[in-house]
């Protein structure tokens, strides 16, 4: 599938947390886009008559592919986020893709273990929504960590989602919560309590370099051998 120019259009922007927002692009010129689960756009942001690109991951499944969610953090003084907080509803964006090689391995005849902190969710989010869709009957899990619970995206999602499909288990852990009644740390805590046996998982990160360096360390020191980490780090 080689990169391709589209042109989109902001149908809808949602609030998924204090700093994230969620932002559903319909794709006008070319209308549709074949990607896999895993792979990020790249958008071209207009700034100071220049243009600035950015990679942002698809956090939506391939089987929508008139469509694509982002969830983009916003970060103070940033360019393209900062372009993203500016738009709205019904305006034009340049993006190209499909580009990225964090893939889900084939084939499927393992279980996944996803973790992620922050907006590093999206591409988990696009594998998990796709391997409901193909009807992946293995067992796999979300670890999800973040700062305060309000912090934690698409929560009602993942946890509907929890309801009616007993293969998929949902797992969030805040570091500092308020009034939160579920598990309490970071991801890594929460791999050793509920993950035991690594021999038939493949286990998926996506974030912030720092995080995912640490995450990965800290799994490997718990005996996770190294070819079972997948991961995509944002610089
Ligand atoms: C493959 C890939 C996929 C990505 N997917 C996503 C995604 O789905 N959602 C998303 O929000 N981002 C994602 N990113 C990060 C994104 O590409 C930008 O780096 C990010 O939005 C900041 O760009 P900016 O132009 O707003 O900030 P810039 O103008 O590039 O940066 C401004 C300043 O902020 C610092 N900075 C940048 N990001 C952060 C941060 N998170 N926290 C603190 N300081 C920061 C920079 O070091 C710089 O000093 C992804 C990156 C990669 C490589």
Same mark, same amino acid.
């Given at each position: 599938?080689?990169? #391709? %120019? $589209?042109?989109? #259009?902001?149908?809808?922007?949602?609030?998924?947390?204090?700093?994230?927002?969620?932002?559903?692009?319909?794709?006008?010129? !070319? !209308?549709?886009?074949? =990607?896999?689960? @895993?792979? =990020?756009?790249?958008?071209?942001?207009?700034?100071? @008559?220049?243009? &600035?690109?950015?990679?942002?991951?698809?956090?939506?499944? !391939?089987?929508?592919? $008139?469509?694509?969610?982002?969830?983009?953090?916003?970060?103070?003084?940033?360019?393209?986020?900062?372009?993203?907080?500016?738009?709205?509803?019904?305006?034009? &964006?340049?993006?190209? @893709?499909?580009?990225?090689?964090? %893939?889900? +391995?084939?084939?499927?005849? $393992?279980?996944?273990?996803?973790?992620?902190?922050?907006?590093?969710?999206?591409?988990?989010?696009?594998?998990? +929504? /796709? %391997?409901?869709?193909?009807?992946?009957?293995?067992?796999?899990?979300?670890?999800?960590?973040?700062?305060?619970?309000?912090?934690?995206?698409?929560?009602?999602?993942?946890?509907?989602?929890? @309801?009616?499909?007993?293969?998929?288990?949902?797992? !969030?852990?805040?570091?500092?919560? +308020?009034?939160? /009644?579920?598990?309490?740390? /970071?991801?890594?805590?929460? =791999?050793?309590?509920? &993950?035991?046996?690594?021999?038939?998982?493949?286990?998926?990160?996506?974030?912030?370099?720092?995080?995912?360096?640490?995450?990965?360390?800290?799994? *490997?020191? =718990?005996?996770?051998?190294? *070819?079972?980490? /997948?991961?995509? *780090?944002?610089?």
């Amino acid at each position: 599938m080689p990169a #391709t %120019l $589209y042109r989109a #259009t902001v149908e809808r922007i949602d609030s998924l947390s204090y700093n994230v927002r969620g932002f559903h692009l319909k794709l006008a010129e !070319p !209308p549709k886009i074949e =990607f896999k689960a @895993g792979q =990020f756009i790249i958008l071209n942001a207009p700034h100071q @008559g220049k243009t &600035v690109k950015r990679a942002y991951s698809i956090a939506s499944p !391939p089987h929508e592919p $008139y469509s694509l969610d982002l969830c983009i953090q916003h970060v103070e003084s940033g360019i393209a986020s900062t372009y993203f907080w500016k738009l709205k509803e019904g305006d034009a &964006v340049s993006i190209s @893709g499909p580009h990225g090689n964090f %893939l889900l +391995k084939e084939p499927l005849d $393992y279980e996944p273990v996803f973790i992620a902190t922050g907006t590093g969710v999206a591409p988990l989010r696009a594998m998990i +929504k /796709h %391997l409901l869709h193909i009807n992946f009957t293995k067992q796999m899990w979300l670890l999800f960590g973040t700062r305060y619970e309000h912090a934690l995206l698409y929560e009602s999602e993942f946890r509907s989602l929890v @309801g009616h499909r007993r293969n998929f288990h949902y797992i !969030p852990t805040v570091s500092r919560p +308020k009034e939160w /009644h579920g598990e309490v740390g /970071h991801v890594q805590q929460l =791999f050793q309590k509920h &993950v035991t046996d690594y021999a038939n998982k493949e286990i998926y990160l996506c974030g912030w370099l720092e995080v995912v360096k640490a995450v990965c360390a800290d799994l *490997e020191s =718990f005996g996770v051998p190294r *070819e079972k980490l /997948h991961y995509e *780090e944002w610089a």
